[in-house]
């Protein structure tokens, strides 16, 4: 079909898209002071416009419009997620981890950190677990791995999809400090963002079930906003597993919440302890009635 043939086609768009406009504006000298000034810039290729404060509200969009277009665009339906720390160590880290240990305090927080390393291998278990069943319903990926994309339970999250010949997600968060995506991550599911809050919600948007392993402060916040969501009705239940009792009834007494008031006794069972992977998993595959094992 010939150019002028093309322009008569009722189908072909009329305008040129916005790639193609941005491509005429750099192969145009910018031989004028008008032309170097940065308010003649394109807005959307305006990144010094972009950081603005005033377009807050447009970089949330855009955060919650990214990742959401790619996955849907990967056909992922729905999403087992993995919270829990970025300080327990994976089993073959335990020994250069206690070498560092310099002092009898830090030395008894090595080794209660390394007493958790039994969760790295639970949480690479339950996503090799629910990889290898590779749930696929109305042509959409179901219970795709999705961790915070960072070390420790995260990696194992990650590698035990990547062990299963399966893509998984990781949502990264900009951090003063120097943060990657774990090398388990799949490439073009791994997203980085700057808001806390649309993280999370891109956390909690194709969730299905959440596994909580022991962790700080990220992952109280995480948890109990889920919590909070399926309390208050603003949610629908799913299942939400607890990975050590010891741990959970040690830093926090639920039932103490319940009997000073500030929370239903019904409300403890919005979420289950486990032990394993195997028990994780088969609370899911009851909870939604799959013959999965």
């Known amino acids: 079909m010939t150019d002028d043939e093309t322009s008569h086609d009722l189908t072909h768009a009329k305008f040129y898209k916005a790639e193609q406009e941005a491509g005429f504006v750099e192969a145009q000298p910018r031989s004028t002071p008008q032309q170097q000034d940065p308010a003649y810039r394109l807005a959307f290729r305006d990144t010094d416009f972009l950081l603005r404060e005033e377009l807050r509200p447009v970089r949330f969009q855009l955060e919650l ?89 995260m990696e194992a999250a990650n590698r035990g999809a990547a062990e299963a010949g399966a893509e998984s997600i990781g949502l990264n968060i900009v951090l003063p400090h120097e943060q990657a995506p774990n090398g388990y991550v799949t490439p073009h599911l791994s997203f980085q963002f700057h808001y806390f809050a649309l993280r999370k919600m891109h956390f909690l948007l194709r969730a299905r079930a959440v596994a909580v392993f022991p962790g700080g402060f990220g992952t ?17 239940p799913i299942p939400i597993m607890l990975f050590g009792a010891d741990y959970w009834n040690r830093v926090i007494d639920f039932e103490a919440m319940a009997e000073e008031g500030v929370i239903n006794l019904e409300d403890l069972n919005l979420f289950r302890m486990v032990e394993s992977a195997e028990e994780a998993w088969g609370h899911i595959t009851a909870f939604y009635g799959l013959d999965c094992g």
């Not at 109280?220 to 629908?236: R, V, Y």
Request: charged content about 30%.
């Open 65 to 153: 419009l990214k990742p959401e277009m790619l996955l849907d665009e990967a056909e992922i339906g729905s999403t087992l997620v993995i919270y829990g720390s970025a300080r327990i160590p994976a089993p073959d880290e335990c020994e250069a981890l206690r070498a560092e240990a310099a002092t009898p305090e830090r030395k008894a927080v090595v080794e209660r950190l390394i007493a958790k390393a039994r969760y790295y291998e639970e949480a690479r278990k339950l996503a090799s677990i629910a990889s290898t069943c590779a749930v696929v319903e109305e042509a959409k990926r179901q219970f795709v791995i999705c961790s915070g994309g960072g070390p420790s339970i």
């Open 220 to 236: 109280f916040d995480e948890f109990f906003e889920l919590l909070t969501l399926i309390q208050t009705g603003k949610m629908q």
